[in-house]
Structure formats: structure tokens, C-alpha cells
């Protein structure tokens, strides 16, 4: 049973354009939404969260549009940059406490053309 | 000042032998936890550590015994290996009731079972 789907598989993109991945869960328990960043031979790094009281939530290019009602959030950059080619995942996890654990996405291959 | 670290990076063995990955963390972390992600980049949580107490065992072989000598370090034990045990292994950690629980994953090491 996949808890967060996500989607697209991979995504194309040329410089300077928007890339829009999404992602849906099923636990209406979740309380928590990160976004993880993955670079080649790299491990996963935190990109941006979101708790389910906002809407959405910016830091720099980066945004995430959250949508309670449909069980559904997305990860926007803009002004897509070379640099930001790399896998995504989108992650939920519910409550706190030492037995807190994200379940994540199936992550998405961005690639950003020059 | 690497925040959490693994060794090694690449392991490569035959089927049936006994491996360890060893992973730290500088981070001051209570929590650590290790992930396994296949070769289609999913990523899915195999143990979590609390104080050295395990806190979550999903469904994984007991061939795997995640070991914590102390909160800062979390390795991981495989006996008898097996072809489908090839993967990355993350370690990440966290701290209970900080930040959103974010996790800091380590770079990664690269088991192949031949």
C-alpha cells in the first residue's frame, strides 16, 4: 500500500521555466510535509516543509501549495536553473515523538535543460 | 564537519558473507535511522533508533540487526547476504521535538552482492 503517491516519474525542463511535481497521501493523520532534495551519490536533503494549517509556503524559487481537502501537495520551482537537476521526493509523516517516521514518494528525476 | 557520516561508501561482496555499515552523527541527535533505497531511488525506512532503544522495525529480514552502542552512532549488521540486499543504505537522524523532526541523512553506501 503506497501512502504518498507522486508524480511524474521523470520531468524535463528548459532553464528559466516552472517545474511542478506533485504528490497525494492517504493517511489523514499526516501532519507534516517535507520535500527532499537527492543529488547524485548524494543522500537525501531537506528542501522545503509544510504543515497542514498554511496553504503554501515559499523560500526563494522554491513553493509548496498544499491542498487539505484533497489530500494533495505540490512542489513549484521557478526560474528552473540547470542546477536544481536532481530527484525529488515529496514525504509524510504524522505526529511526534521518538517513533516519528516519514514515509516517502517514489521521487521524481528533474532535469533542467541550459 | 561532516553532520552525519557512514563507511564505507561502496561495499562490494559475495552472496552469503556478513557485513556491517557503521554510521555517526555530530549532530547531537536522539534519534537515527536507517534507509534502504533500491535501484528505482525508492526510499523506505528500515529501522529507527531512540536513545539507543529501537523505537521502529518494519518489515525486514532478521538477517538485518541494526546495532547503537551509544546515540550518536547506528550501524547495521547484515548476515548472509543475498543479490536482493544490493542497494544504498542511508543513515539520517533527528531530534524528537525540534525543527519539525527533520532528518539529516548521511552520503550513502552502495552495497553489491554478487
Known amino acids: 500500500q503506497q501512502q504518498v503517491k507522486q508524480s511524474p516519474q521523470s520531468l524535463i525542463v528548459q532553464k528559466g521555466g516552472i517545474s511542478i511535481i506533485n504528490c497525494a497521501y492517504e493517511?489523514?493523520?499526516?501532519?507534516?510535509f517535507p520535500w527532499y532534495q537527492q543529488f547524485p551519490g548524494k543522500g537525501p536533503a531537506l528542501l522545503i516543509a509544510?504543515?497542514?494549517?498554511?496553504s503554501e509556503k515559499k523560500e526563494g524559487r522554491f513553493t509548496i501549495s498544499f491542498n487539505k481537502s484533497a489530500k494533495q501537495f505540490s512542489l513549484h520551482i521557478m526560474d528552473s536553473q540547470p542546477g536544481d537537476s536532481a530527484t525529488y521526493f515529496c514525504a509524510a509523516s504524522k505526529g511526534g515523538g521518538s517513533n516519528y517516521k516519514l514515509t516517502f514518494g517514489k521521487g521524481t528525476l528533474l532535469t533542467v535543460n541550459p | 564537519d561532516t553532520a552525519v557520516s557512514q563507511t564505507p561508501k561502496y561495499l562490494v561482496t559475495q552472496m552469503g558473507n556478513d557485513k556491517s555499515i557503521k554510521c555517526e552523527q555530530n549532530?547531537?541527535?536522539?534519534?537515527m535511522y536507517w534507509y534502504k533505497q533500491d535501484s528505482k531511488k525508492f526510499l523506505k525506512i528500515m529501522f529507527s533508533?531512540?536513545?539507543?532503544?529501537?523505537?521502529i522495525n518494519e518489515t525486514v529480514p532478521n538477517r538485518f540487526s541494526p546495532k547503537s552502542p551509544d546515540k550518536a552512532h547506528l550501524n547495521l549488521h547484515i548476515n548472509s547476504l543475498e543479490l536482493g540486499d544490493s542497494a544504498v543504505y542511508f543513515c539520517?537522524?533527528?531530534?524528537?521535538?525540534?525543527?519539525?523532526?527533520?532528518?539529516?541523512f548521511g552520503p550513502g553506501t552502495r552495497l553489491t552482492v554478487l
Open positions: 549532530l547531537g541527535h536522539d534519534t
Open positions: 493517511n489523514t493523520a499526516f501532519d507534516y
Open positions: 533508533y531512540n536513545n539507543k532503544e529501537l523505537i
Open positions: 509544510i504543515r497542514p494549517d498554511v
Open positions: 539520517a537522524s533527528s531530534q524528537v521535538g525540534a525543527a519539525l523532526g527533520t532528518q539529516y
